[in-house]
C-alpha cells in the first residue's frame, strides 16, 4: 500500500499567470517524532538545494532528530538530489543501491528520495521498480512537508510519493539549521523562466518567485545579530529578482544596495543571467564596498548560432559588452562562468568561438560541462553529431585555457594583502588555515583557531593554480 502522486513534466512545463501567494510556516501538531533518533542528509547539486537542505535540517531538529555522519547509525537517510546532468542522478542510483544493504542491517531506517530528480517522472518509475527499499519520495514544491511525511511512513508504515509539477506558495519562517556559523545561503527567488533548451531546471523548480524584500531583509538582519559575515543571495536569475511583483517596482539593483546599506561585511549572489546584467547592478557593486568584487556569469557558449539553439537571448557580442561595463566601473573585479561543450550541431568553429570569447572576457575560473541530454527538454531531441570523444577533446582544451586564468587570477594577488574569511582547518592539514578572499579565492596560511570565523589581513607570497599560499599580518 502506498500513498501516490505523481510528477508530470508536461504539467511543469505550464506557467500560470497567477499571482504567488506567500504564506508563514505552521508547525504541524506532530511533536517529539525524532526524539532519540538520528538524521543524515546527503546533499547534492547546486546552492539551493544546500539551502533545501539546511531547512529540513531545521524542521528535523525541531522535531528532536540529531544529526550524524554515520550512516549505520541513521534512523533517516534522506538524499537531496540533483537533476543537471546524467552523471548527477547516476551516481545518487549509485548511491541508492549501495543501501539497500544498509536497510537489511537495519530494516527500521527509513529512506528518503528529496530535491530535483524525483520531479522527473522517469525517476519516480524508476524508483518504484528498482529501489523498493526508499520509504519516502519528494520534491522541490513540498520540502516544507516533511515531517508530515515521516509521521505518515514512520505510523501507517507505508511508501510515500508526493511529487507535485506546480509550485505552491512561497513558505515563509522556516526553520533553518544551517551548515555554516559565520556565512549563510539567502533566497531571494525561486524557479527559473528562461528555458535555456538544455536546462531541466524550469521543470525541476517551476516558475520564478521572488520573496518579498521585508522577509529577505529580516532573514538578512537576524544574520547580521547572530555574527554572520557573509552572506550569498540565491536565485536561478537573480537579475530578474522583483520583475514578477505586479506593481514591478523593486529591482535586484535595489534590494543589493539596501542589504548592501546593512552591517554585513560580505554580500554575493549567484547566479546572474548576461541578458539581464543592467547597468544598475553594476553602478551599485561598484560603490559598495561590501558586495564583494566576485561575478560569475554564465556564457555558455561563445558561438552565436549556439547561443541561439540554446534559447540564451544574447550574442557573443553583447556579452562582451556586459563584460567589458563590468571592468570599466569594477576593474579588479573577478569574473568567472559556465560554459557547455559539445551542444548538438556545435561545429569546430563554434567551439573556436568559444575558446576566442574565453580568451576576450579574461573569465578567472569556469565550470565546465559536455552537454548531457535531459528527457523532456526541447534540446534532447535536437540530432547530436557530437561523438564523446569530439567533446571530450574540446572539454579538455577549453579546461587548459580555463585553468591559465584561475593561475592568472590568483597571481594578481601575490606580493599582496588580501582579507580573508577565515573557515577552519584545511582537510589535508591541521595546522593550515583556510578561506577565501572577497575575489573568492582560496587562500591557505597557518594560524590557531582562535580567528575562525573572522576577517584578516593575510599577505600573499605564493600563487598556485588553485590556492594562494600566505601569512597573517600581524
Ligand atoms: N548539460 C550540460 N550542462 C548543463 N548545465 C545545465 N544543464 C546542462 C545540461 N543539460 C550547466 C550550465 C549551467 C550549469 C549550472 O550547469 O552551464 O549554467
Ligand atoms: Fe537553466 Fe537557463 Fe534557468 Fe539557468 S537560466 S536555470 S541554465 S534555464
Known sequence: MEKMHKPSLTKARKRSKTLVETKEYKRPEIINLGKGKKYLIQTH?????????EIMQGLLEEQGFKKTDVIEQADLLLINTCAIRENAENKVFGELGRLKSYKRINPNMIIAVSGCMPQEEEVVERILKQYQHVDIVFGTHNVNKLIEYLHFVIVEKKRLIEVYSKEGNIIENLPQARDHRFKAWVNIMFGCDEFCTYCIVPYTRGKERSRNKDYIIKEVKA??????????????????YGLDFPDNNYSFANLLEEL?????????????????????????????DNIMPFIHLPVQSGSNKVLKKMNRKYTKESYLEVVEKIYNKIPDVSLTTDIIVGFPTETQTDFEETIDLVKKAKFEGAYTFVFSPRKGTPAASYENNITEKVAKARLHKLNDLVNEGYLRGNKRFEGKSVKVLVEGY????????????????????KGDDSIIGEIVEVYIEKAKTWSLDGVIKK
Open 260 to 288: 548592501a546599506n546593512l552591517d554585513i561585511p560580505r554580500i554575493k549572489f549567484t547566479t546572474s543571467h548576461p541578458k539581464d546584467f543592467s547597468d544598475d547592478i553594476i553602478e551599485v557593486i561598484a560603490k559598495y
Open 45 to 53: 547539486g547546486c546552492q539551493a538545494n544546500e539551502a533545501d537542505t
Open 223 to 240: 544574520l547580521i545579530k547572530k555574527g554572520y559575515k557573509e552572506i550569498t543571495l540565491l536565485g536561478q536569475n537573480v537579475n530578474s
Open 426 to 445: 584545511s582537510k589535508n592539514n591541521k595546522s593550515v588555515l583556510t578561506g577565501y578572499t572577497e575575489h573568492n579565492k582560496l587562500v591557505n596560511f
